[in-house]
């Protein structure tokens, strides 16, 4: 009896949405890959981690995450979960354990993202006021998807999900890729985030990387076919 294909979990990102998988959940399911993109609540690392987890927890047999830009985070964090066998990052934070999306960036300078953040407000909890980000509009074609065509970009910057500004200072509670096998997609003209922050947070995983020149930080929209090949290499080694 052959061992079960796992079940890819495709984890998006701030300012994006689960059709921003769309391709690569094409590319998957085209060879008999299950594919689940669930909603990203993108509330803090803690918050969202756990609605992932809770996600994993009700899937039968193994997962393979992949998590896009701060979808890595959660992944990182949520990952530890039993039937997680291996961790797929796109364009994406690493984070170690007891580290923020701030203390990991501030490392390298900083990417043009982060001088052309929106501020908005949000009910918070107990409702109190609280802080949300999106990227600004006339900045996210060349912040977030640069080798994207410019019309789509301009439908993807007005339906942009915000992130909650208490997320970068968050820290993580795990680091699933000290026990688990770990692939990493760096997007090589990434302005949103710093590809050193990819290349040295993938490196410090010790994932198998693959470096995608000219990829913006919206690599999973634009090059789907190179990402969901580096994906079912993961599968193919966790089965």
Known sequence: MSAPIPTVVLVHGAFADAASWSGVSTALRSEGIPVLAPPNPLRGLSHDASYLASVIAQIDGPVVLAGHSYGGALITVAG???NVVGLVYVAAYVLEE???LGELQGRFPLSPLVSN???????????EPAVEVTIQESAFPEVFA???????????AAAQRPLAAAAFEEKAS????RTRPAWAVVAGADRAINP??????AERAGATVV?????????ALSRPKEVAELIREAVRATR
């Open 80 to 82: 530890t979960a039993d």
């Open 117 to 127: 953040l929106k501020e908005w407000s949000y009910p918070g909890p107990g409702g």
């Open 211 to 219: 470096e995608i020149e000219g990829a913006s930080h919206a690599v």
């Open 174 to 177: 795990a680091a699933a890729w």
């Open 196 to 201: 050193q922050v990819e290349r040295y947070g």
């Open 146 to 156: 640069a080798d994207v065509p410019e019309d789509v970009t301009h439908t993807l």
């Open 98 to 100: 007891g580290e923020s």
